[in-house]
C-alpha cells in the first residue's frame, strides 16, 4: 500500500448546503481518509449524512468526538456478518492515519470506533503531550501503514 498524506486547513463550510450532518472539517477528513480502500466503504460513507457531532470530550493527550445518528442512517449500518469480516474478534475500528501540526506539536493517533454497525466515535491521542483544546486551523493526516 502507498503512503498517503493528506493536507487541509479549516474551511467555513455553510451548513444549510452541506450536506453532512457532521460539520467539523478535522472530524470529516479523519472519517472519510481512514475509510478510503475499505471493503464496505460506499455504504458507511453514506452514514455521513445522517450523523452529527453531538459532544466532544477534551482530555490533557486528546479528544473524543461523539457521534449520534438520524433513524435514516440505520439503512447503511453493517450488519454482524459485515462488522465481522472487517473487524474479525477485534474492537471494531478502525486506525490508519495520524494527525500533524507541528507548530501545536501534535502528533496524534487517530481512529473511527463503531457501535451496532454504525461510527459512534473519533478519537484522537497526542503521542507528543497535550492535545489543545481549540479547534485546529490546519493539519495534515500521514498514512500509518506501510
Known amino acids: 500500500m502507498t503512503k498517503a498524506t493528506i493536507f487541509a486547513t479549516k474551511k467555513k463550510r455553510l451548513f444549510s448546503k452541506s450536506k453532512h450532518m457532521i460539520e467539523s472539517n478535522l472530524t470529516l477528513d479523519i472519517i472519510t481518509a481512514t475509510l ?6 460506499g455504504q458507511i460513507t453514506k ?6 457531532e453531538v459532544e466532544y470530550e477534551h482530555t490533557d493527550s486528546g479528544l473524543l468526538i461523539f457521534i449520534e445518528y438520524r433513524k435514516e442512517a440505520k439503512e447503511f449500518w453493517l450488519t454482524d456478518t459485515q462488522l465481522h469480516e472487517t473487524f474479525g474478534e477485534s474492537e ?7 494527525l500533524i501540526n507541528e507548530e501545536l506539536n501534535i502528533r ?15 478519537e484522537i491521542w497526542n503521542t507528543l503531550g497535550d492535545y489543545p483544546e481549540e479547534d485546529l486551523e490546519k493539519w495534515e493526516l500521514r498514512s500509518i501503514q506501510s
Not at 36 to 41: A, I, N, R
Not at 108 to 122: D, L, M, P, Q, Y
Request: net charge negative.
Open 47 to 52: 452514514q455521513l449524512e445522517h450523523l452529527e
Open 36 to 41: 478510503q480502500g475499505e471493503k464496505y466503504e
Open 108 to 122: 496524534a493517533e487517530t481512529s473511527v470506533h463503531f457501535k451496532n454497525g454504525i461510527i459512534e466515535r473519533v
Open 92 to 98: 471494531p475500528e478502525l486506525s490508519k492515519f495520524e
